[in-house]
């Protein structure tokens, strides 16, 4: 079986553009949350989604949002880019998002802004 | 707010020694999970534990869960080369599975 998937692979963008994250869940899984890592440390919650609603949002401005499809894949959406945005963005999946679930990382994108 | 941190931030052994990294909270936890990642890697699941004074054994590597539910530690014993990376432990925040992880600790593995 596919574990999960993410597209882009690296992604380079400029400041106040803005940029689209997708993610493929491990089939069968209906829940997807995201993550940003940025260099030298721990992955950050920004969001998570099951069955196609927002279950949680980390503490990250508006300029991000997210949905989740009826597939179950995910996009992550940041706007007006900041230098600061750059980092590895990883998407996870969980059968249903509960406490006790596992979660399986994809290997995310990494994301360049200049 | 809840914290979980990690120590040491760094360690350096010699393929052989043992490595033991110690993970602790401010508030009570009501599960822990440990990750592995690579360098330019995603981290990797690798246990979980639910239960107060909780022991897992994976091969070399043995996980434990405080009595308080407080703290967590994991112990490589003869690391290998291949045990190389940034070892997390992170938890659920308030009852759905958004994990907050610890800040990590950076093993390397000297031949």
């Known amino acids: 079986d596919a574990g999960v998937t993410q597209s882009p692979t690296h992604l380079i963008k400029t400041r106040g553009q803005q940029v689209t994250l997708r993610c493929s869940p491990i089939?069968?899984?209906?829940?997807v949350s995201w993550y940003q890592q940025v260099l030298g440390q721990g992955p950050q919650f920004i969001f998570q989604?099951?069955?196609?609603?927002?279950?949680g949002r980390g503490n990250f401005p508006d300029r991000f949002s997210a949905r989740q499809f009826p597939n179950y894949s995910s996009e992550l959406n940041v706007n007006a880019l900041l230098l600061g945005d750059s980092a590895l963005y990883l998407c996870?999946?969980?059968?249903?998002?509960?406490?006790?679930?596992?979660?399986?990382f994809g290997p995310g994108t990494r994301l360049t802004v200049l | 707010g809840q914290q979980v941190m990690q120590i040491p931030q760094y360690q350096h052994v010699q393929e052989g020694e043992d490595f033991t990294t110690y993970c602790n909270s401010s508030?009570?936890?009501?599960?822990i999970q440990w990750y592995k990642q690579r360098p330019g890697g995603h981290p990797v699941f690798l246990i979980q534990?639910?239960?107060?004074?909780e022991v897992k054994k994976q091969k070399r590597l043995t996980f434990q869960f405080g009595e308080a539910k407080k703290n967590s530690s994991l112990h490589i014993t003869a690391t290998q080369t291949t045990d190389v990376g940034t070892y997390f432990c992170?938890?659920?925040?308030?009852?759905?599975?958004?994990?907050?992880f610890g800040t990590g600790t950076r093993l390397t593995v000297i031949p």
């Open positions: 089939s069968g899984h209906k829940s």
């Open positions: 996870a999946s969980s059968l249903t998002g509960a406490t006790t679930d596992t979660q399986y």
């Open positions: 992170a938890s659920p925040l308030f009852l759905v599975n958004n994990l907050f």
């Open positions: 508030t009570t936890l009501s599960n």
């Open positions: 989604y099951y069955e196609k609603e927002e279950r």
């Open positions: 534990l639910v239960k107060s004074g």
